[in-house]
């Protein structure tokens, strides 16, 4: 069972320093999205980087990334990166959006 702990422990410190270097790089250079989420695999595969807005520049630059977040966390083997367009906050707008026609009796 420790093992285990130990192995969620080290992945949960992986997503947090990738979800910090991605981060900042969206913020230094001004890119319109923001990161919501990472989760990497176990095998240390894959990160799935979960963002807000559009992902075509964040794909251009994934190479890059990766090769920072390698040179930043000394990984001996550095995830691919995923990004996914998270639609959870659009989804929570919307539903608001109509909670509030039911509640204003509009269709």
């Not at 963002?51 to 630059?61: G, M, R, S, Y």
């Not at 994934?62 to 998270?86: C, Q, S, V």
Request: no cysteine; proline share 1%.
């Amino acid at each position: 069972m420790g093992e285990s702990m130990n192995s969620n422990h080290k992945i949960e410190r992986i997503n947090s320093d990738i979800y910090r270097i991605i981060a900042s790089y969206i913020a230094e250079r001004g890119i319109a999205t923001e990161v919501i989420e990472v989760k990497t695999s176990a095998d240390l595969s894959e990160a799935k980087v979960y963002v807000t807005a559009e992902l075509d520049n964040l794909e251009n630059v994934a190479t890059f990334l990766r090769g920072e977040i390698a040179r930043r966390m000394n990984l001996r083997n550095t995830p691919k990166l995923r990004f996914i367009k998270d639609r959870g906050r659009e989804n929570a707008t919307r539903v608001e959006e109509l909670l509030e026609q039911i509640k204003g009796g509009k269709k």
